[in-house]
């Protein structure tokens, strides 16, 4: 409605215009749902609408960052091997000229609260605007990567300079030349940023706290050729996608690290090294996620390729450590394509924030212990409220009186990572306890979103309005997660996938570890036995 006019009433209410609010948009219109899409941003791409900082570029390879539909990928090429940002954008245009998606979104409006009305047996949600929209259905799609984390460093509202959020970077574009830049932050975020700033500022200071374990990107410009020789092997790969941990063409090798000779085993690193990607990190010896020592193998050769490209051996001891930071895999690693060499330019200065604590930001700079890092520009690359943040931090009221932020305060509860008790006929992609974490964007848009639509569908079909998850299932899908979490090395490193980053976030594995196919093969059973650890009515 407009603001104090009636209400609109719509089968399906879509927030987020990523790949997997677009997914379901033009699924659900086609099935003939009454349904509409609202998204903050004022234009399509989800997280590659907010993070425009210079560098900003995916961590999957384009083959598979895109729908697998083969009347999109037929007439689409990327340029390169890890398009950036501005591309990836041309990409969500290419498919709104499409499919004609735009027509059912509403831009610029953010979704502020929502309450699930028993007597209505809708969702009453409000958006900025003032406008009241009430649907049967809630999806969420709002990404794992919604809500930026900014931590509470004094004096950052007094600094004179320019300071951004990486995941918030202003539209317009902010030019680093001949700048003094510091960031802080080596995530994937920083790791980009720093790579760009290294290139363009006049000098550039890196405020680390961990190192990232940064693995080869081996980016390369692909020309029509290379696309139609790939294009012949797409609906292949896309269909192994399903069958492989993480959702790619490749998958984990299925031996021990410690039950082949040393010897094969450094071959073995070596060739996935030169494959590059994440190769090294998901299509590596399948117990390197639960054995330490194999793990071990893993890390050490990490650090010696990675040690042997910087210069100074006090830099090279911060980057990549002889004694691991934690296990290798158990924290995201990020794609790199010069990042070590920029520790070699004179111009640029590691601070290590574990000798070195910032005390304050200032009008003119950063403090730390050892004195004043003058800046012109300070990139917050500091990460994200992951996962659960996008979600809580909308008001989502459901049928127990409290919010969703209020119940996943005592730990997450989400039967199959895409509903809870208390929530009825809300549903999430990417959510908690689902694979999105280690799958990339575009294959869990898809596998998620299929079975969101096919349920929604099967509701229709048989009369059914409403759809709640048991508290029964949520706790046993929690209690699966844990069973696989404490068998794994996930839990030690302090990272966004254990919730670890965010102050007060109950430390719990947040990603689901037991890989697409367990997932996706779970998510079958539940609705062949018609959607079991659900109540429908
Ligand atoms: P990440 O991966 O969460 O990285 C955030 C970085 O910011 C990380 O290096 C943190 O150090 C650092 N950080 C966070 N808080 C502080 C404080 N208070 N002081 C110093 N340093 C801090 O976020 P990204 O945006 O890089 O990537 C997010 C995901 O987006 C990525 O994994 C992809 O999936 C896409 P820490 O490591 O915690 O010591």
Redesign the pocket.
């Known amino acids: 409605s407009r603001p104090g006019g009636t209400p609109e009433e719509l089968d399906v209410l879509i927030v987020g215009a990523g790949f997997a609010g677009l997914y379901q948009l033009d699924h659900l219109r086609r099935l003939g749902f009454r349904v509409a899409l609202y998204e903050a941003g004022a234009d399509l791409g989800g ?1 590659w609408h907010w ?1 425009c900082y210079p560098g900003a570029r995916v ?1 999957t390879y384009a083959q598979l960052y895109q729908y697998s539909r083969e009347d999109l990928w037929r007439d689409w090429e990327y340029s390169e091997l890890y398009p950036g940002w501005s591309e990836l954008r041309d990409y969500f245009h290419y498919v709104d000229r499409k499919l004609d998606l735009s027509r059912d979104i509403r831009f610029g409006t953010r979704v502020t609260a929502a309450e699930f009305s028993s007597d209505l047996n809708r969702w009453i949600v409000q958006s900025g605007d003032g406008r009241v929209v009430r649907p049967r259905f809630l999806v969420m799609c709002t990404g ?2 919604a809500k ?2 900014l ?3 004094a004096g950052l509202e007094e600094f004179g300079g320019a300071w951004h959020h ?2 918030l970077w202003p539209q317009g574009g902010l030019d680093l030349t001949g700048k003094r830049v510091g960031v ?9 940023v720093i790579q760009e700033a290294g290139r363009q500022a006049a000098h550039l200071t890196v ?4 190192p ?1 374990l940064a693995l080869p990107m081996r980016q390369r410009k692909l020309d029509h050729a290379e696309h139609e020789r790939m294009k012949a092997h797409y609906p292949e790969w896309f269909a192994l996608r399903s069958r492989t941990f993480a959702g790619f063409d490749y998958d984990m090798i299925p031996k021990n690290a410690l039950e082949v000779s040393a010897a094969e085993r450094r071959a073995t690193y070596e060739a996935l090294w030169e494959q590059g990607g994440f190769v090294p990190w998901l299509g590596t010896y399948q117990d390197m996620f639960s054995n330490e020592a194999a793990n071990l193998t893993a890390y050490e050769f990490w650090r010696d390729t990675v040690r042997a490209r910087i210069k100074d051996p006090t830099l090279a001891e911060k980057l990549a450590p002889t004694t691991p930071p934690h296990p290798f895999g158990v ?2 690693p ?1 794609l790199e394509q010069w990042y070590y060499e920029v520790y070699n330019q004179s111009n640029v200065r590691l601070v290590d ?1 574990n000798e070195d604590p ?1 005390e304050r930001v200032t009008r003119t700079g950063v403090r730390t212990r050892s004195g004043e890092h003058p800046l012109d520009i300070l990139v ?5 409220d ?1 996962l659960t943040g996008g979600l809580t931090a909308i008001g989502l009221r459901g049928t127990e009186g409290e919010t969703l932020g209020q119940k996943w305060g005592r730990g997450v509860r989400a039967h199959l990572g895409m509903a809870s008790a208390g929530f009825p006929n809300l549903l999430y992609i990417y959510g908690p306890q689902s694979p999105s ?1 280690f799958c990339n964007g575009p294959t869990c848009a898809e596998l998620q979103g299929e079975w969101v639509v096919a349920c929604l569908e099967y509701l229709r079909r048989h009369d059914l309005t409403r759809i709640e998850a048991t508290h029964a299932a949520e706790e046993d899908w929690r209690g699966h997660v844990q069973e696989m979490t404490e068998t794994s090395l996930f839990p030690r490193a ?3 996938y254990m919730g ?2 965010i102050p007060g976030k109950p430390r719990e594995l947040l990603a689901y570890p037991g890989g697409l196919p367990m997932y996706l093969q779970k998510t079958r059973d539940c609705a062949e036995a018609g959607y079991s650890g659900f109540t429908l009515a």
């Open positions: 997280i993070n961590d794992f990567a930026p984390y931590p509470e460093i990486t995941g802080i932050g080596t995530g994937a975020s920083g790791v980009q405020f680390q706290r961990t990232n924290k995201r990020c924030l910032i917050m690359a500091t990460g994200f992951s974490a302090r990272s966004w670890a980053n």
